[in-house]
């Protein structure tokens, strides 16, 4: 019986996983009052609702604490304030269950927990407010194919959505409007497979403030913008020969972003899955922590640390952690 926590950014999640299962999974999530995320605010939602979560998560498992084996943190990568949250949380519950803390990369997590949808080696399309990355499992780690160099999609899409004054978050909105829209040309920016997004952003704020309708500038941001990721994704497919895509992030709520993966697997010789977990564990949720950590501890004991050896890693990348649990 796994606990986990999710803490890296605006979402305090809290879920109870058994064998694979997902016996609850409840989340807050914390919303500033203009502008992008305070993380000292975001810190303070977390430990605000840490408690209440957590009686949730139990009530909704129909477990009582005794029966909790261990805590699945997310202790990286995020907001170090909001991490440092979730850790203090993780730690004085540890100590009370005299359990210890399994530590989990929130970006590796979006990729395990579509094991729970069926697939079992895939190339993971992250697209999320802030991490926009394509990540695989390659030569003993999960290695990043392919990234953003500049802001995450989710950001990206948002600042468009404050410069048009609809509000936040944007991207739900910005696909409202995309379905009356039409294409105007806007800049499409590959490298190699990292894709960039700031200039799109400065060309749609000008046509926005010569008059272009924010219908057309959001059916071709999104025409635009997904297209790149998802050329970068089928790279990443053709380079590793996986055969099996996956979704997860924030973003990938998005109908359109999912139609246009599907048609890529569909159209691809090597005949390609595709699997996207339902909205409650394609945003950021303890679920996938809880799910991760029981995977991490199933091949590999060594991997659960006493509270007081525990820390938070803001700024870890996904091909530095030591896999040795696949
Ligand atoms: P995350 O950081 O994974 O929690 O995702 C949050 C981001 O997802 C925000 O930037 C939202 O604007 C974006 N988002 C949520 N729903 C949609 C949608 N339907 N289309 C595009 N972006 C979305
Ligand atoms: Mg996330």
Known sequence: MILGIECTAHTFGIAVVNNGKILSNVKDMYVPESGGIIPMDSAAHHKNVAEQLYNQALEKAKISESKIEAIALS?????????????????SLAKKLSVKIIPVNHCIAHLEISRSVGAIDPVLLYASGANTQIIAFAAGKYRVFGETLDVGIGNFIDKVARHFGIGFPGGPKIEQHALKGKYVELPYSIKGMDVS?????????????????????????????????????????AHTGKKELVLGGGVACNSRLQEMCKIMCSERLQKTKFFCPERPLLVDNAAMIAYTGELMIEKDKSLLVSADKIDILPRERTDQVKVTWR
Do not use: H
């Open 75 to 91: 202790n990286a990568p995020g907001l170090a304030p909001c991490l440092r949250a979730g850790l203090e949380f993780a730690k």
């Open 197 to 237: 997004f700031s200039g799109m952003q400065t060309k749609i704020q000008q046509l926005y403030d010569k008059g272009e309708s924010i219908e057309n500038l959001s059916f071709s941001l999104q025409e635009t913008a997904f297209a790149m990721l998802v050329e970068a994704a089928e790279r990443a497919l």
